[in-house]
């Protein structure tokens, strides 16, 4: 009898253990993912990754990892050497070369520069933008001229509006740009200006402009206002090898700024280039912030060169805000942007002479390397459509 208990106890265990085993591995297989969840997560991932999905199966298979895609960088650019560029751009005053080269010149040829045609002389200058004072000033010294030296042939007048168009430049103004740094620190370069002038295209322009001539940038991005400046930026300099310091969207624009020097100095860069947001709210805000970036810039050292971007299309409205930029930093240098687009090519005279800051650059376009060293002489041939060499013959 004991005999036959201890058979039908182990006849029990048997079967409860061997239908433990059946039901443990469904047991493990339900506890997989659920497979419409698997495939959807796959597929999100396709998405995202593309096709190396099969790559990634394969190496799995294999074992071998597949080296990522090499992503080549594009070739930097070698940007245009700046000596000469504005004889090279001079087509770009077309529009300013018919209101002085065509007319004040077709005025100056007349048989009779009698009163009628010296107060035409007159108009077309403030027409150009020339500025009252400065047209007065010129136009009263070539009359003069005119009758002390009996000049009448179109050459001679020609050739003395140019005289008088140059002088009213201020030739013997220093135009360079002050971009040398001293004891391992960088030169500090703000650029400043209302929104739409110009600047971070200009900051880029003149970054090519810096690594044309040799030297190594950094730039700044402290226009933290527009979202897309920074990119832009990062972009002009990512063209020719400049690193880009930038902060969050709306970051403290003086913070960004002294990182871009920090950033400078430990990289042993040139110049730092500082592009700045130009909103004009108000003058007190502008001095607010503007007044922060120089004192925050000037914890590294002092700043070497404050450029004021000018619209040249604005004419006199632009430059009524170009003072208060003036009262607010300190600016060593105007930089006139969009001189393609304008027949007022006079505005340069009025800029320096209002604002009492030489002209150091002129924009001529949109081009990248459409930016270029300002220089009177070569200018005043530009808007005559006179021959340099003849002229200086
Ligand atoms: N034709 C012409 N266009 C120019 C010149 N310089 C700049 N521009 C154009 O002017 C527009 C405004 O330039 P930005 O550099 O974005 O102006 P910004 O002052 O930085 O503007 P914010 O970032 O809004 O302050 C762009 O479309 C430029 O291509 C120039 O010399 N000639």
Not at 354 to 364: A, D, E, F, H, R
Not at 375 to 391: I, K, M, N, S, Y
Request: aromatic letters at 2%.
């Amino acid at each position: 009898m004991t005999d036959y208990l201890l058979v039908a106890l182990a006849l029990l265990g048997v079967l409860i253990l061997g239908g433990l085993g059946l039901v443990v591995p469904r047991l493990r297989r339900r506890a997989a993912p659920p497979l419409p969840q698997t495939e959807v997560d796959t597929r999100a991932e396709e998405d995202l990754a593309g096709p190396p999905v099969e790559a990634a199966e394969s190496d799995l298979s294999t074992g071998v990892l597949v080296e990522p895609p090499v992503v080549t960088a594009p070739p930097l650019e070698v940007p245009e050497p700046t000596a000469g560029r504005l004889v090279r751009l001079r087509s770009r005053l077309a529009r300013s070369q018919n209101a002085f080269g065509k007319g004040l010149l077709g005025l100056l040829a007349r048989d009779h520069l009698d009163e009628d045609a010296w107060e035409e002389i007159e108009d077309s200058l403030i027409t150009a933008d020339v500025g009252i004072d400065a047209t007065r000033d010129i136009v009263d010294r070539l009359r003069e001229r005119t009758r002390v030296l009996g000049t009448r042939s179109a050459g001679e007048l020609r050739d003395l509006l140019a005289t008088e168009l140059v002088t009213a430049l201020d030739p013997g103004l220093d135009r360079s740009l002050r971009t040398t740094g001293r004891d391992g620190v960088p030169a500090v370069l703000l650029v400043v200006g209302v929104n739409g002038a110009g600047k971070t295209t200009t900051c880029g322009k003149i970054a090519r402009v810096l690594v044309a001539d040799g030297r190594s940038v950094t730039l700044g991005a402290a226009d933290t206002f527009r979202a897309a400046a920074a990119d832009q930026l990062e972009t002009w300099g990512g063209r020719v090898g400049a690193e880009t310091v930038r902060g969050a969207e709306g970051a403290d624009p003086a913070s960004v700024a002294f990182d871009a020097v920090r950033r400078g100095i430990d990289a042993g860069t040139d110049t730092v280039l500082i592009d700045t947001a130009g909103r004009l709210q108000n003058k007190i805000g502008l001095m607010d912030e503007l007044g922060k970036v120089k004192r925050v810039v000037e914890k590294h050292g002092p700043i070497d060169e404050t450029l004021l971007i000018l619209d040249a299309t604005t004419g006199q409205n632009g430059l009524e805000q170009a003072r208060v930029f003036t009262e607010v930093v300190n600016v060593t240098g105007v930089v006139l942007t969009k001189l393609d687009g304008t027949a007022k090519g006079g505005i340069v005279i009025a800029v320096q002479r209002k604002l009492g800051i030489p002209v150091k650059l002129v924009g001529l376009g949109e081009g990248a390397d459409d930016l270029a060293p300002f220089d009177p002489a070569q200018f005043v041939d530009a808007l005559l459509g006179t021959e340099p060499l003849a002229r200086d013959a």
